[in-house]
């Protein structure tokens, strides 16, 4: 057999005396200094990607190993992923000493915007209460009510002015929260 292109096989799942039929897929077979990196990017975040921008890939089989590449194609439209509407972001990721593997499951980071020192918190400390958006502030032993102005975003923190270096937010709680009332601070 003759392959189609020059490339590294990478999935190759025949036995010798295996029986095909005319169109069987022998063997994957690509070009492996690039890989293809298909992102399912929620809908509501759609809107701030683009062709061009930058994107990182992690993967927790190598722990410290960062591969970086661009968005590639942008999705034409939007598919049902079990509870989430989706688009699906085509990324080029270099991949110049063959470590990222095809197939594996990776960490993508789409890095739309990027604020050099930014302060940032966890989203879930971020609040909307009368029109405003703020935090609880913690103050000795208890807690104050601090407006402030977000920013860029991830999916876990937020870039937050208004605060300083240490301050010390109150996360997600069940029980409703006001400005004055006494807490024990836990911190991580």
Known sequence: MRAPIAGTVYEFDLKPGA???AGDTIAMIGRMESVRVTVHVD???????AKGMPVAITWDALPGREWTGEVDRTPTEIVKQDTRRVGEVACVIRNPDRGLLPGTNVTVEIRSQTVAGALTIPKEALRTEHGQTGVYLLNGDAIAWKPVTPGVSNTTRVQVDGLNEGDAVALFSEKPLRSGMVVEAKFP
């Open 43 to 49: 809908e509501p975040d759609l809107g701030h990607v």
């Open 19 to 21: 029986y095909l039929n």
